[in-house]
T-cell receptor
Framework: KAGVTQTPRYLIKTRGQQVTLSCSPI?????VSWYQQTPGQGLQFLFE???????NKGNFPGRFSGRQFSNSRSEMNVSTLELGDSALYLCASNRTPQRETQYFGPGTRLLVL | TQLLEQSPQFLSIQEGENLTVYCNSSSVFSSLQWYRQEPGEGPVLLVTVVTGGEVKKLKRLTFQFGDARKDSSLHITAAQPGDTGLYLC????????????FGQGTELSVKP
């Protein structure tokens, strides 16, 4: 069974631009979560989606948004990029939100110049 | 506010030594997971512990969940260079499985 896939793997943007990251969960997994990983803050929860609905949201500004499609694939968008948004963005999936073990993708490395 | 305090943050040891990583919180978790992450990759699940006092073994790795479900430890026996990596603990609250709370991580380096 294929794991969680994320595209693109690497991305370079400039301040003020916007970016969209994509995540395809493991087949049969309908719950998708997004995390931001930085050297200073570690791994921080962004949001969680299940059945196309946002279930939980972390403490990030409104510039960070996401959505989930009917096939469980998910996208996250960051608008008006800031230098501090440079990070590894990780997507994780599981069958349902009640299952607490998360299976992570390889991440998208975003560099904002 | 860091709800999960992980220590030590850095650990450099020689091959064959033993080590313990600690994960502590004042909050109760319904489960706690340990992950290992290689540079440029996503975290890979090592184990999930769900019962207070539970001990799980994975070859040379021993994981324990505290009786009160507020803390956990990872013990590695006879560390090998292949154990090098970032070890992360993550706590989950009931019915919020996708919203994990992570510790800061422990960078382990095992020298031959």
């Amino acid at each position: 069974k294929a794991g969680v896939t994320q595209t693109p793997r690497y991305l370079i943007k400039t301040r003020g631009q916007q970016v969209t990251l994509s995540c395809s969960p493991i087949s049969g997994h309908r719950s998708v979560s997004w995390y931001q990983q930085t050297p200073g803050q570690g791994l921080q929860f962004l949001f969680e989606y299940f059945s196309e609905t946002q279930r939980n949201k972390g403490n990030f500004p409104g510039r960070f948004s996401g959505r989930q499609f009917s096939n469980s694939r998910s996208e996250m968008n960051v608008s008006t990029l800031e230098l501090g948004d440079s990070a590894l963005y990780l997507c994780a999936s599981n069958r349902t939100p009640q299952r607490e073990t998360q299976y992570f993708g390889p991440g998208t490395r975003l560099l904002v110049l | 506010t860091q709800l999960l305090e992980q220590s030590p943050q850095f650990l450099s040891i020689q091959e064959g030594e033993n080590l313990t990583v600690y994960c502590n919180s004042s909050s109760v978790f319904s489960s706690l997971q340990w992950y290992r992450q290689e540079p440029g990759e996503g975290p890979v699940l090592l184990v999930t512990v769900v019962t207070g006092g539970e001990v799980k073994k994975l070859k040379r790795l021993t994981f324990q969940f505290g009786d009160a479900r507020k803390d956990s430890s990872l013990h590695i026996t006879a560390a090998q260079p292949g154990d090098t990596g970032l070890y992360l603990c993550a706590g989950a609250r009931y019915n919020q499985g996708g919203k994990l709370i992570f510790g800061q991580g422990t960078e382990l380096s095992v020298k031959p």
